[in-house]
């Protein structure tokens, strides 16, 4: 069976677009894929958040996925910060990635482009880094596919990127044999 992997970030109040975009799909596709889906709430706090919210929107976002069918028999659930070895796999994918890749990232030049328009100049390291934690978060697992939105697209041709970079660099002391399975994203239509 195919593995399938997806990362959901409820930094807000989940809408009706959720439901048609992403989960519906999850719910779809987990008969026919080891489907693995995680919160990724180390990805929430690239941008702050109210720790009471946050925890909420945390469990409102497990509750409406097992609401919509998602089956925990079926598939498997889990929140990212229960599995240390993303952050650890980060610092590792961050020693592989170039600072000119992460600058050039549309979505951290758009987040970027806000912090410093509210004034502050203060652009968070971590936002920066969202797109190596989510190579990290994809390459752990060996995922054959990764469900993403259209906003994500950049990120999963910058994690084939570093796969492949890495696949090259490492080849010899890995007997030849990649380090990392080169995913396919599902990009997700709206
Ligand atoms: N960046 C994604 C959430 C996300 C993700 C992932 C999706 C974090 N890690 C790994 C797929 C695979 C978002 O903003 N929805």
Same mark, same amino acid.
């Given at each position: 069976?195919?593995? #399938?992997?997806?990362?959901?970030?409820?930094?807000?109040? &989940?809408?009706? =677009?959720? $439901?048609? +975009?992403?989960?519906?799909?999850?719910?779809? !596709?987990?008969?026919? $894929?080891?489907?693995?889906?995680?919160?990724?709430?180390?990805?929430?706090?690239?941008?702050?958040?109210?720790?009471?919210?946050?925890?909420? @929107? /945390?469990? %409102?976002?497990?509750? /409406?996925?097992?609401? *919509?069918?998602? %089956?925990? @028999?079926?598939?498997?659930?889990?929140?990212?910060?229960?599995?240390?070895?993303?952050?650890?796999? =980060?610092?590792?994918?961050? *020693?592989?990635? !170039?600072? =000119?890749?992460?600058?050039?990232?549309?979505?951290?030049?758009?987040?970027?482009?806000?912090?410093?328009?509210? +004034?502050?100049? #203060?652009?968070?390291?971590?936002? /920066?880094?969202?797109?190596?934690?989510?190579?990290?978060?994809?390459?752990?697992?060996?995922?054959?596919?990764?469900?993403?939105?259209?906003?994500?697209?950049?990120? #999963?041709?910058?994690?084939?990127?570093?796969?492949?970079?890495?696949?090259?660099? !490492?080849?010899?002391?890995?007997?030849?044999?990649? &380090?990392?399975?080169?995913?396919?994203?599902?990009?997700?239509?709206?």
């Amino acid at each position: 069976m195919k593995r #399938m992997l997806s990362g959901i970030k409820p930094t807000g109040q &989940l809408t009706l =677009g959720n $439901y048609i +975009g992403a989960l519906r799909n999850f719910v779809n !596709y987990q008969d026919d $894929y080891e489907m693995i889906v995680f919160i990724a709430n180390l990805h929430c706090i690239t941008e702050y958040q109210e720790p009471k919210q946050l925890r909420k @929107n /945390l469990t %409102d976002a497990v509750a /409406l996925y097992l609401a *919509c069918g998602l %089956d925990p @028999n079926k598939a498997t659930i889990f929140l990212q910060t229960d599995v240390k070895e993303h952050a650890q796999r =980060g610092y590792i994918m961050a *020693c592989n990635t !170039y600072l =000119g890749e992460l600058n050039r990232m549309t979505q951290f030049k758009d987040k970027a482009k806000k912090a410093v328009g509210n +004034g502050t100049e #203060m652009i968070p390291t971590g936002l /920066l880094m969202y797109p190596v934690l989510m190579a990290a978060d994809i390459l752990l697992y060996d995922a054959d596919a990764v469900i993403v939105g259209q906003d994500q697209k950049q990120h #999963m041709e910058l994690t084939r990127n570093i796969a492949e970079r890495m696949n090259k660099k !490492y080849a010899k002391r890995n007997n030849g044999q990649p &380090l990392f399975k080169i995913p396919e994203p599902y990009i997700l239509k709206t």
